[in-house]
């Protein structure tokens, strides 16, 4: 299995423009979740799903933030517009529902 | 979930055992603890996790006191690729598991030559 896998690993962009991460679980996981991480913040938790339906978005910061999971096999985090305080590693993790979480490599978000 | 505290840092040398203390005082009946860690610029990896028996597996072993109110992760032969941030977490379990995981600040481990 090739774990989760996140794209683009590096995303450098504009404030005010739209940016889409995106993120394949690992097949048969019914859990996703998606996961900020900052120097001053640590680990957030946005938002979550569990067999494609979003469970809890009480971490999402705000209303430029939006997590779609169209499928099993897929997920996006969409952040529009975006601003410099949105500069962040975003991590996407799938899980079973029992043991652990495999998180994925993540995507480090630069807006400038 | 039941909160968690742990020292900021710790040291250990390379080839000695790790012991990394996690209090956790608060916890309930159906709350799991669960050890991560993240190597620096990677997702964060699972490392075992346990209720209330010691656990162990290939990478660690897990020490839950009797109470349960603390526990520890030890790495028995600690090498330099084990330098990274470690996270203890307790998270409930069940049919109504929600899943959610959080995240505290961790213990930075610094394994030296």
């Known amino acids: 299995d090739a774990g989760v896998i996140q794209s683009p690993r590096h995303e450098v962009t504009e404030m005010g423009q739209e940016v889409t991460l995106r993120c394949k679980p690992i097949s048969g996981h019914d859990y996703l979740f998606w996961y900020r991480q900052t120097m001053m913040r640590g680990l957030e938790l946005l938002i979550y799903f569990n067999n494609n339906v979003p469970i809890d978005d009480s971490g999402m910061p705000e209303d430029r933030f939006s997590a779609k999971m169209p499928n099993a096999s897929f997920s996006t985090l969409k952040i529009q517009p975006s601003e410099p305080r949105d500069s962040a590693v975003y991590f996407c993790?799938?899980?079973?529902?029992?043991?652990?979480?495999?998180f994925g490599s993540g995507t480090r978000l630069t807006v400038v | 979930d039941a909160k968690t505290t742990q020292p900021t840092s710790m040291d250990c040398a390379e080839g000695r055992a790790a012991n990394l203390p996690c209090n956790h005082s608060t916890i309930s009946g159906n709350e799991y603890v669960y050890w991560y860690r993240q190597i620096h610029s990677q997702g964060p990896q699972y490392i075992i996790h346990g209720l209330k028996n010691n656990e162990t597996n290939e990478m660690a072993s897990l020490i839950i006191t009797e109470d349960r109110k603390s526990s520890t992760l030890i790495l028995p032969h600690a090498t330099l690729r084990d330098t990274a941030v470690y996270y203890c977490?307790?998270?409930?379990?069940?049919?109504?598991?929600?899943?959610?995981?959080?995240f505290g600040q961790g213990t930075t481990l610094q394994v030296k030559p």
């Open positions: 993790a799938s899980s079973p529902g029992q043991g652990g979480y495999t």
């Open positions: 977490i307790v998270r409930a379990r069940g049919s109504s598991n929600t899943g959610k995981l959080i």
